[in-house]
């Protein structure tokens, strides 16, 4: 799996080509939903990884985890749909939504991940040994709210191709936030102890 940002750009140019058919005042509510269906989705597709060092029963561990992401869209499409009703500016409007989905995304226990190393004995004996590791992302949410704001204020200009345009670019603020954040993870116990840095992609 990997973070392809064309997929969630087809996903977002659907979900506002669909809203050009709503005319009973839902446009909103819809707009919320789909938008943070599209973006858990999109974090779906990606996968986790961290360096990860601690100690297991036996002695000193080092491995590497892999897992996934994903976040509560739910809560996300609650939080966009005030900031959609909030009667914002662009700029307001482009802060808040980046606000949103940071808010999102940096929750805690997003991260699910299996680390696989090595556990080396005070002894200088080795084996292998895997664990749970559970953690979270975090990533500078400026990174969206400059391109959205930058996007709105191109879309004021445009007399076509609005929705296309915007789900190019709000994708790319997203994949772009995501690809340059961080994961850190917490080894479980029973079997692990320690901590891990790494990426998402």
Do not use: W
Not at 179 to 198: D, E, R
């Amino acid at each position: 799996m990997a973070l392809v940002v064309s997929t969630l750009q087809a996903d977002l140019q659907t979900t506002f080509l669909a809203m050009n058919d709503i005319t009973d005042g839902s446009g909103d509510r819809y707009m919320a939903d789909n938008v943070a269906k599209n973006i858990k989705d999109y974090i779906l597709t990606g996968k986790t990884s961290t360096t990860d060092a601690g100690a297991a029963p036996a002695g000193s561990y080092s491995g590497s985890g892999s897992g996934t992401m994903t976040i509560d869209d739910s809560s996300l499409a609650d939080d966009l749909y005030s900031t959609f009703t909030a009667g914002y500016d662009n700029n307001g409007l482009a802060s808040h939504m980046a606000a949103d989905i940071d808010k999102a995304c940096s929750a805690n226990d997003t991260v699910s991940e299996t680390s696989k190393g090595t556990v080396t004995t005070p002894s200088g004996a080795s084996s292998i040994f895997s664990g749970p590791a559970q953690g979270k992302f975090s990533g500078s949410k400026a990174t969206i709210e400059s391109k959205l704001k930058a996007c709105f204020s191109s879309m004021d200009e445009k007399t076509s191709g609005g929705n296309e345009y915007f789900a190019q670019e709000m994708a790319s603020a997203i994949d772009s936030y995501l690809k340059a954040g961080n994961i850190s993870v917490t080894l479980k116990s029973p079997f692990l102890s320690g901590t891990g840095g790494g990426t998402i992609v």
